[in-house]
């Protein structure tokens, strides 16, 4: 053909341009296809750092069951509905209980599996480990762990779903004294005794100050170093002190010991616990009987919500405790955050978890929403007055948020 | 009547505290090695008492017995296969033997048993006793008879019989014990066995009022070895006495001293003795 | 092979040689290694561990491998460098660098102090006291809490990464700093072996009676040593506080985690050589993040089993740990 010669000498030409507009194409396509790829992810991936060895195991593995639950649930319904469909997945590492081997996890988790947030440690010295590299490294980091100085660095991705030790500290006073109010009771003499850990000492902190702003002198105030082996003396010195009710804040060991002791020497004033080793079901196992009417406060109960704590029960065959209860809240504020912004990005959730009110799904599971103040609170969150009554754990006080009447030296109080 | 009764708490339960020391005295009586791991027996001696309870429905106190009797075989089993080996070694061969077994021995019972609480129901949990004024909780007087009864029995055995006074005499004077045709090896076997499960039966004793997780050797450290310092390292005697008096100590200083202090109290009446005087309190027999 | 005497000294100069570059080879190597990893990843984060656990068990080692003296009480000096710059910077603003040397001060005290009592024990009676001096420590940390902020722990403040404060936003410099304060130990570690001192402390550990008899000071020499470990090892415990940004009376003063740890790597790498701490280090602080890793909570506690193990195959079998076992593959006489 008579065009081909210019064909042949103008060919490089178009086909470079050709080629050009061709790379070009793939260039826009291949630059523009990770972000499509990116903003529909198939797969989160969500850290979870739980104690899994050590003493604090049992809490973690509950923990771990209340995510697990949640996620497992969001991904049957379809995924993260904002992310098209995009399936929750879990990364699980035990965190032991030592505060380095939990930071070095976090690392790993943020270099290799590319995590978008971390959930954890349930024990506050891990927790607080975790957060000087999450905060570092910009990933939110989800809590129930509660010492007061979680939310009291100013970081700006810790996200705490339950009150703080001093709130709850002075809520196991406030409610107690409130029920004995109800009961016809006045009392003027309490005792506080706490294990001596970063937990124990927290909250009696919030137990004192609240004994001191009600005019409740406190006429014992002890710390017992933590697996202390004979607690006589410490039932003794109660005894002797002529204590009208007593706050003991203790892990499941000492719990047993305790209430066990304070039995044996025939000491029957009011114990109201503070959480940890009173609210679990080892606890009434190790006590039968003697475990009915003992009180302690608790950040969140099963109860007010049984349509979904339930599902909890029949999967693991216990009630849903309160770490795992607020585990899953986090799990569930995660994925609403997520569904929000429409992005695993971790600074984008972090922005939705700041800004954000939480009031879908396992969001509602204690307190009906959540919502995170500057410095990470939860300002929703109430902790609450809770009860062994024949066996099951049930909420007696406040009584907006109660499900059973408060038992107080026998006494009924009515709702 | 505090004191009274404060005192009554801690003659109780610092019998328990004896049993275990005795164990750890007589090692080193016999061996001149001290077993970092002696607690680790004592947790052993619980999950026995524990799994007694749970599959076989015995009390604790009875469950005592069984731990005593797999410990014992145990510790022989051990003392053959490691300790004998460091006997002639320096310090830290021994010494970094003992850990090592703590170190394996703690982990493999979490491995094999997890790191839950074991707590069991004993019918007379809540019981006590009152004699006037004093109250005497039943878990801690049992666990004190059956204390005291070993002890007992421990006594008898090392002054009565052929093989206790070999045992004896090999903590005086390994030597002369060899020199006068004792299997000195086969003694050192056997001691180390009593050791082990005397400090194994008491932790069963204690089971009642306490908790069994693999972790819960390293709470009577401490108390176990001042109480056999207190008394002078191989003197069986003393180590009656020390943990007597470690179990008064306790409950005596929290009425001076905050109870979170008990512990630093033992520490430096611990640090105090091994300084001043090694030996111990007591003369050595 | 003839058993003829032989005149070594030439083979001596270049095994000392051939040592020499070996150990020019492994600086090198370890200078690079950051720059080949990413700043902020998991693998620096661990290299950076090894470093200040092997720098913690090489200042163990001047005490027990060079002169006898078995603690397991190190944690006490650790924690309490810790604290001592860390409530200096957080009540008065002071920099860690000056930190360092108050507790390089501190340290040197408290060792000064537990020497006097314990110093004349026999071995077995000096581990005892040392164990009950980390835990009096720990004790002290947990009640003292107006001071020590109690159980709680203490963080260090978050501030913008500076040199002046010792913060930094990527791992690197803190690798560098491991790295150096690890060096700082080996050399010390080295020139007390070869020195006089050194002299001193082996003559006493093999033959007690015989050096006494000669004039050789021996208390004086123990007290030496014992403060130079305690010291260093509480600078080491400032690195460490400085690279968590977090710690509690539990973790620092862990008698299982820092003083029988620093005990176990370096009888299991090789009490009494400069190399030992570093072997062990390098096996055990993986190992462990590995186990970790792999197998979680599944098999919580098999690391620590097996290195127990390992720690009583040591001593039973191989009592110079590894580095003896790698030498005797190495072909060395």
Known sequence: ?415 | MEILQALVNGLLIGGVYAVISIGLTLVFGVMSIINFAQAEFLMLGMFIAFFCWQYLGLDPMFGALVAFAVVFAFGMLVQRGLIERVMKAPDVAQIFLTVGLLIVLENAALLAFGSDFRSVQVPYQTSAIRLGELIIGVPYLLAFAVSLVAGILLWAFLRFTWLGQAMRATSQDANAALSLGMDVRRIRQIAFGLGVGMTALGGAVILPYFTASPTIGGQFVVLMFTAVVLGGLGNVLGAVIGGLAVGVIQTMSTLVLPIQLQNLVLFIVFILVLALRPEGLLRQK | MSQAPVDRSASDAVAARRRRIGWGVLLVAAVILPWLLPEQGYTLRVACLILLFAALAQAWNIAAGLSGLISLGHAGFFGAGAYVSTLLLINFGISPWFGMVAALLFGALLAALLSLPTLRLRGHYFALATIAFGEVMRVIGNSWSDVTGGPVGLSVPFSQPSFAVMQFQSLRPYYFLLLVALIITCLVFERIRRGALGLRLRALKNHPDAAASLGVDTTRAKFTVAVISGAITAVIGVLYAQFMFFFDPDTVFSLAGISVRAALITIIGGMGAVAGPLIGAVLIIPIEELTNMLFSSTAAGLSQLVFGAVLIAVVIWQPRGLLSLLTRLGGKR
């Not at chain 1, 104690?51 to 973690?60: E, K, M, T, Y």
């Not at chain 1, 991904?75 to 209980?97: M, R």
Request: proline fraction near 4%.
């Open chain 1, 1 to 415: 053909m008579s065009s081909d010669r210019k064909c042949i000498s103008s060919r490089p030409v178009d086909s470079t341009r050709r080629g050009l507009v061709a790379a070009a194409g793939v260039a826009t396509v291949a630059a523009g296809f990770p972000a499509i790829v990116r903003a529909q992810p198939k797969e989160v991936n969500v850290g979870v750092i739980m104690p899994l060895s050590g003493a604090n195991a049992q809490f973690g593995i509950n923990s771990r069951n209340g995510i697990e639950l949640v996620a497992d649930e969001i991904n049957e319904a379809g995924g993260i509905q904002g992310l098209g469909g995009a399936k929750i997945k879990l990364i699980v590492a035990d965190g032991t209980s030592t505060p380095t081997t939990a930071a070095n996890v976090a690392q790993r988790m943020i270099s290799q599996n590319q995590v978008t947030a971390i959930l954890g440690a349930f024990a506050s010295s891990l927790t607080i480990a975790i957060s000087e590299v999450t905060e570092r490294r910009g990933i939110p980091l989800l809590t129930m762990s509660f010492a007061d100085q979680i939310t009291g660095r100013g970081f700006k991705n810790i996200f705490q779903v339950v009150s703080k030790a001093s709130t709850i500290g002075a809520a196991q006073f406030n409610d107690a004294l409130a029920i004995a109010k109800a009961a016809g009771e006045t009392v003027t003499k309490a005792a506080i005794m706490y294990e001596d850990t970063a937990y124990g000492t927290a909250q009696a902190k919030g137990l004192r100050e609240a004994a001191k702003a009600a005019g409740v002198e406190v006429v014992m105030d002890d710390a017992y170093p933590l697996g202390i082996t004979d607690v006589t003396p410490l039932i003794t010195k109660l005894r002797n002190s002529g204590a009208q009710m007593v706050f003991p804040v203790s892990y499941l060991n000492d719990s047993l010991l305790i209430i066990r002791t304070m039995r044996q020497q025939q000491i029957d004033i009011p114990a109201i616990g503070g959480a940890a080793g009173y609210v679990i079901p080892d606890f009434v196992k190790g006590l039968g009987e003697f475990a009915n009417d003992v009180l302690s406060v608790s950040p969140a109960n099963y109860d007010r919500v049984p349509e979904l704590t339930d599902r909890f029960e029949k999967r693991y065959g216990y009630f849903m405790v309160h770490e795992a209860l607020e585990h899953a809240v986090c799990m569930g504020v995660l994925a609403e955050a997520m569904d929000i912004c429409k992005s695993a990005d971790p600074a984008k959730v972090r922005d939705t978890l700041a800004k954000e009110r939480f009031e879908k799904g396992w969001s509602t599971a204690m307190t009906g929403a959540v919502k995170f103040d500057e410095t990470g609170l939860n300002t929703l969150a109430k902790p609450v007055m809770v009860q062994w009554q024949e066996g099951r754990l049930r909420t007696v006080w406040p009584k907006d948020l109660a499900t059973a009447p408060a038992r107080w030296k026998g006494k009924t109080i009515s709702l």
